[in-house]
């Protein structure tokens, strides 16, 4: 019988399913692997064949490591709360919980029908209470920890209040916030319960505090910096603005050497850990404070650069902060409302990456440099961010182009710090003798000038050395209804956690999806809920990256209801072999469950530093969309005549996105696009030979581009293991690439091919259990060492074309033989598992599957080269070749050519005048 594509996948897939081929159990008498997918959002759109990506790479891996007898986990589930579900119940009235279940259900069919491999068994949804219970058990766990700079781990925080109640504050070496408290044990005893939790706030991995925000009015939420463009949401295009909110934050900054350190010791891409470190950003350098003319206040800055204070002219403050009311006099008043006004409106990311834009305004206020007493002006400008480091910067325009520009656009002065006369490098300050200008440290290098200035701000009390970081503590909390319930209520104003063993506290039901009238999250809506009837809950949830930085753990005991996961699953497992996603989750949701996984190490819950030991990022598939161009009359106005693409030169047109559905070899379906859109019914055309040719561009895959294309549909037509050699075919897996339909076709053929290797030409199942000659061994041995070279390597994309030239050369031997046909169904398997099921199936197996059956072993020998196919000439034209062995001497080849019948053929009775053979590369006979 033909290739039945469709009933072999249906079967393999039922079968799989129906006796739990791929489920994994904690067997140590294999080796173990863990490989991870990040885990997708089930959008209402389903998938396209851009998604499937990782996916099939991942599941071909794992495919691979179970024939090499590894004990694979590969688990699979979903990251179910937020906005979109959300953002859908407020349009519709709907429970966000409602249309996720069926979003999910899409998923699972899409997911199921292209083959993969995932223990199902093990599926966790984020959004589910017997999941998320864990996420707010975690949450806990950070609330009653600090974090110990001298032990450089977190510890209980019934440590740190037992140091308090014995020695105070003295000792302490802790991450935590500015103001904290000097007390002695005797004070610290005598503070009441509401001043002491006041306090231990302050040090807690988790806590609240006002932070400037990006609000968002219209969603209700408050948005992260890459959910913001241009001053206005990703997600509906609404404005927002700066604001200042109470906010659960979490003390990631406590982490920041630690996650530094760790890029060295995990097998990622290297432009990833690059991405990680500049955001962590680490920077040596000194705290100066500036003492505030006429005020009690000084404002203090960070700065790497301690050697040039002497050149400073200016302070400049971020719009935000917590000074600039005190230091606005009432001549500049209005013009710094109006800028602040201004700021609101712009995103962190837009403020940072605005470098060119020269803006900001004098609060009418100064300071006094430390170190010379000079008047230094203060400013604010939006450049400068409230929450990086103390929201404020000293300016030496002498020796930075932003303050340079600024400093030239107020008129302010500029006073040169190096001696640029004799500068050899500009970019080198250690050179000798470059300071002028700068008191006492003229004619220093610049490792002594910094050391001399360090020294002087101490003395005095003005400054100290310090390290500073970018990164800043992580907002843990968003004003929206699908999340998870913060585990907190409020006593006193002070936050409290519940009950351990109340957990999960589940998300209430509420009859809109709204914040309430007064301003209060969606939960304010929630009737009698409360904590013992009595406290407020918190009311906002948690972000989307709460339930995705520890769910790794929870596939090793996915139903365990006492632990995120047993001692003995996570000695087990450890940790993620192989992590396959996308980079734009470097700086987010990679960099929290960095930050997670220590801190559960720290508390004995892990037992690894790091959670993926080696990441993939698989580049993107983008689309390939198609064009019409519209004829545009004399008038400017937009016809219902459409020109073929080579005849558009000749014409006025306008482009226009058409459904690539609807388009073939970029040749466009007349009839379809008339019945695309209603105003194309009466749609006419200007035909180029006949035929109407589409535009064509690269660009994202996108609903609003018309090129997404469904994997349903080449399932359907093609088959998945069709699509799943395609994907890889397509390219290296980190490399995006474009989408074309057109080129499928060769896989199928190929698989069609492959499918003939093991039928006669009736299509009856026809393989023999014949010796298999020298040059079948060595197709196969080949295939066999560069496949598992490929895979090892992560090179997909060779592999699907070695496998076609394998497929060819022993179609062209006419091999059926059982010993090379059984190897090479198992090697193909990991790619197109479907047809390789069914053919170990019919070559008479009984194990039933062959996803746990030996990977062949590669046998050098068959590549041995022991005879060659010499070219045979006649008068210098080649007619034929002939295969002979390399260890036979010239005068042997000679004899062995004459007496060949078809080279006696083309002699035609004539006796050479002349042979001449040359060893392994030719002969020549002279006629």
């Known amino acids: 019988m033909d290739y039945q594509f469709k009933d072999i996948e249906q079967k393999w897939q039922q079968f799989w399913a129906d006796n739990g081929t791929f489920k994994a159990e904690n067997n140590r008498a294999k080796p173990k692997y863990y490989v991870l997918d990040m885990f997708p959002y089930p959008s209402g759109a389903g998938l396209h064949v851009g998604h499937p990506l990782g996916y099939i790479a991942s599941d071909i891996f794992s495919r691979y490591k179970r024939l090499r007898g590894f004990n694979v986990l590969h688990p699979m589930g979903y990251d179910s709360f937020g906005l979109p579900a959300e953002q859908y119940a407020i349009q519709t009235g709907q429970h966000p919980a409602v249309t996720t279940e069926a979003n999910i259900a899409t998923y699972r069919r899409q997911l199921d029908q292209v083959g993969f491999s995932f223990d199902w068994s093990r599926e966790v949804r984020t959004s589910s209470p017997g999941y998320y219970k864990w996420t707010q058990w975690i949450f806990m766990q950070l609330f009653n920890s600090w974090y110990n700079k001298t032990a450089d781990k977190a510890e209980s925080i019934d440590q740190l209040i037992a140091h308090f109640e014995a020695n105070g504050s003295g000792g302490v070496n802790a991450v935590c916030d500015e103001d904290t408290l000097t007390f002695t044990s005797d004070e610290w005893n005598a503070f009441d319960s509401k001043k002491q939790q006041g306090e231990l706030l302050k040090y807690r991995l988790t806590y609240l505090r006002e932070s400037t925000v990006n609000w968002c009015a219209a969603l209700g939420t408050v948005l992260a910096n890459d959910e913001v463009k241009d001053g206005f949401s990703e997600r509906g295009g609404y404005p927002v603005e700066q604001k200042k909110m109470m906010q659960w934050s979490m003390r990631i900054t406590a982490y920041a050497d630690r996650l530094l350190q760790g890029l060295d010791t995990i097998d990622w891409p290297e432009p990833l850990k690059e991405m990680q470190r500049n955001w962590i950003g680490k920077s040596v350098g000194a705290s100066v404070k500036f003492q505030i003319e006429q005020s009690v206040h000084a404002i203090e800055v960070f700065t790497t650069r301690v050697d040039t204070i002497f050149g400073v002219t200016f302070i400049v403050l971020a719009p935000e902060h917590e000074l600039v009311a005190e230091l606005t006099t009432s001549a500049q008043k209005e013009e710094i409302d109006a800028y602040i006004t201004q700021t609101k409106k712009k995103s962190e990311l837009d403020r940072m990456a605005d470098a060119k834009t020269v803006s900001g305004a004098f609060t009418g206020s100064y300071v006094l440099n430390p170190l010379n007493g000079e008047r230094v002006p203060i400013y604010i400008a939006d450049y400068v961010l409230a929450g990086y480091g103390t929201g404020a910067v000293m300016a030496v325009p002498s020796g930075d182009q932003r303050d340079f520009l600024f400093a030239k656009h107020f008129s302010l002065p500029i006073i040169p710090i190096l001696d640029t006369q004799n500068i050899v490098d500009e970019a080198d300050p250690t ?368 592999s699907v074309s070695s496998f076609m030239i394998a497929v060819n050369e022993l179609t062209d031997q006419k091999c059926n033989k059982r010993a090379v046909l059984q190897d090479l169904v198992i090697i193909l398997s990991p790619y197109a598992p479907h047809i390789c099921e069914e053919l170990w199936s019919l070559l008479g197996n009984e194990a039933g599957t062959l996803s746990y059956a030996a990977y062949p072993k590669f046998n050098p020998a068959y590549l041995v080269e022991d005879e060659f196919a010499y070219p045979i000439s006649i008068n210098g034209k080649t007619k034929m070749n002939l295969n002979i062995p390399l260890t036979m001497e010239p005068k042997d080849v000679e004899a062995f050519v004459l007496a060949n019948a078809d080279v006696q053929k083309y002699l035609d009775g004539k006796q050479p005048k002349k042979v001449i053979v040359v060893k392994g590369r030719i002969v020549n006979m002279v006629v």
Request: hydrophobic share 35%.
């Open 431 to 798: 050179k000798e003798g470059k300071y002028i200008n700068s008191d006492f440290i003229n004619g220093l290098n610049y490792k002594e000038a910094t050391a001399a200035t360090v020294a002087k701000l101490e003395e005095i009390g003005a400054g100290k050395a310090k390290i500073n970081f970018r990164m800043r503590d992580a907002i843990f909390g968003r004003q929206r209804y699908w999340g998870e319930p913060v585990p907190v209520y409020f006593k006193d104003g002070l936050p409290q956690l519940i009950d351990e063993s109340e957990l999960p506290l589940i998300l209430p039901e509420i009859d809109k999806y709204l914040p309430t009238e007064t301003g209060e999250p969606p939960l304010g809506r929630a009737e009698d809920w409360k904590y013992h009837n009595e406290y407020q809950y918190e009311l906002s949830t948690m972000p989307g990256w709460a339930g995705s930085s520890w769910y790794w753990y929870r596939y090793m005991d996915a139903h365990n209801d006492t632990a995120f996961a047993s001692p003995e699953a996570i000695e087990y497992w450890k940790d993620v072999d192989l992590y396959i996603g996308g980079s734009e989750h470097a700086t987010g949701h990679l960099l929290y469950s960095r930050f997670w996984n220590k801190f559960l190490k720290d508390i004995g819950k892990a037992p690894e530093e790091e959670p993926f030991k080696k990441l993939i990022n698989q580049g993107m598939i983008q689309g390939r969309s198609n064009f019409v161009y519209r004829l545009i009359d004399e008038q400017g106005r937009g016809t219902n005549t459409f020109v073929s693409h080579g005849l558009i030169k000749d014409h006025n047109t306008s482009p226009i996105h058409v459904d690539v559905n609807i388009v073939e070899n970029d040749v466009l379906n007349l009839e379809k696009f008339k019945s695309w859109r209603p105003e194309f019914a009466d749609a006419e055309f200007i035909l180029d030979g006949g035929k109407y040719v589409c535009g064509v561009e690269i660009e994202k895959m996108s609903k609003r581009y018309y090129n997404v294309v469904n994997p349903d549909d080449l399932c359907q037509r093609y088959g998945a293991d069709t699509l799943r050699m395609y994907e890889m075919f397509l390219g290296p897996l980190e490399q995006s690439k474009p989408w074309n339909t057109n080129g499928i076709e060769g896989v199928f053929k190929f698989l069609r091919k492959f499918w003939r290797l093991f039928h006669n030409d009736a299509w009856e199942f026809t393989v023999t259990d014949a010796e298999p000659t020298k040059a079948e061994l060595k197709s196969l041995h080949k295939i066999i060492r560069k496949v598992e070279e490929d895979i090892e390597r992560f090179s997909f994309n060779t």
